[in-house]
């Protein structure tokens, strides 16, 4: 279920993926706050329209201003421990890793995915993108399902 929020000018394109941070000291007293600060803090969303016939509102955030989309939770591809990469199983992050250079830091530290949180692996991709993991790791790329964003 897709949901009208406020963006960017600069990032409003279909298919641009962000998370969403929640609001910022500039949004206080901002007359369309309810328009713009109505996502969940923390999860993955994906543009799925730009509305075309949206007006260009000014932002305290946003130099050139903010317009109408419509955006939708999307999945987050992650390394997860082979032991646990099952399509429709759950997994949790194996955890931090401070080699930032790796290919695979990116699928270890996923933007959206929290540590402590449990997620449902919708696709099992194989093999991550590094030859050996730094840490010794055995690890499975995977995609986990978007959250169910209905009861909000």
Do not use: W
Not at 40 to 54: A, K, L, N
Not at 70 to 91: H, L
């Amino acid at each position: 279920m897709s949901h009208v929020t406020l963006i960017g000018d600069r990032l409003a394109r279909t298919g641009t993926e962000f998370v969403y941070e929640g609001e910022s000291v500039a949004c206080e007293g901002c007359p369309y706050r309810k328009q713009c600060l109505n996502l969940t803090e923390g999860v993955r969303y994906e543009i799925t329209d730009v509305r075309d016939d949206g007006q260009l509102l000014d932002c305290a955030v946003h130099d050139t201003g903010v317009q109408a989309v419509e955006v939708e939770p999307t999945s987050i591809v992650a390394n997860v421990a082979a032991r646990e990469a099952y399509a429709g199983g759950k997994a949790k992050l194996p955890g931090s890793c401070p080699h930032t250079e790796c290919p695979s830091h990116e699928y270890c530290v996923p933007d959206g995915a929290d540590f402590d949180a449990e997620y449902q692996i919708e696709t099992v991709h194989g093999d991550p993108p590094h030859d050996y993991c730094q840490l010794d790791r055995e690890l499975t790329l995977v995609e986990f399902k978007p959250p169910d964003m209905t009861s909000n």
